[in-house]
């Protein structure tokens, strides 16, 4: 029996994930978390096989929370599932310790094998993602942001590479500070940039800014 903790935000998503998994014979959800901090409290307190993990949850999230639950749980077995399918995010997940990533959009039998085969101490990456990873996507730094970011993501980019902080972009869109602040954590993760010097350079390099 493969014990897994569901690890997402959407109390919908959840919902639908246990009723897939009490379907089976060979899977058992003993915990779930809706932040990052839940996350880490159950992988402490909770017997368990696998953690299937969104790399976007409130608090704690993304390459942060992986590190912090491989120092708790080295051993764990990590299952990302992630609405992002941009071959760098999953590269940089995996690089950092999860064991698998595959998308949300992916089929029931996908996730199901991700599953079994994580857990047994296997890898994981969902076809789409490993083909593009294997034969060369271009990476985010020779792509436009156009193509990488959604809409909004796109307009706090352009904010951000205006000189605006996050309280201003914050003021302008009507939207709370740690709205901007997750959205350019998110397009800084789509873009492989570390910092708002790289992110100027970035935009310099493709002539939106002098």
Do not use: W
Not at 71 to 93: C, D
Not at 105 to 113: M, S
Not at 117 to 140: D, T, Y
């Amino acid at each position: 029996m493969i014990r897994l903790i569901i690890a997402d935000d959407h109390a919908i998503l959840r919902s639908g994930l246990k009723r897939i998994f009490a379907l089976v014979s060979d899977m058992e959800v003993v915990g779930e978390a809706e932040n990052g901090s839940e996350v880490l409290s159950q992988v402490q307190k909770v017997e368990v096989d696998l953690l299937l993990l969104d790399l976007n949850m409130p608090g704690i999230d993304g390459v942060e929370l992986i590190q912090r639950v491989r120092a708790h749980r080295k051993g764990l077995p990590i299952l990302i599932l992630s609405m992002h399918n941009e071959p760098q995010v999953a590269t940089k997940a995996l690089h950092v310790g999860a064991d698998g990533y595959v998308t949300k959009d992916c089929e029931t039998e996908v996730l199901l094998l991700a599953i079994r085969k994580v857990a047994n101490g296997g890898q994981f990456i969902a076809p789409n993602l490993a083909e593009r990873i294997v034969f060369g996507a271009k990476s985010a730094e020779t792509q436009s942001p156009e193509r990488l970011l959604s809409d909004r993501e796109l307009v706090i980019y352009k904010h951000l590479v205006s000189g605006k902080g996050v309280n201003d972009i914050a003021l302008e869109l009507a939207i709370s500070n740690k709205t901007v602040s997750t959205h350019k954590m998110r397009l800084m993760e789509k873009l492989g940039l570390k910092t708002t010097t790289d992110l100027l350079r970035h935009a310099m390099a493709r002539g939106l800014i002098q």
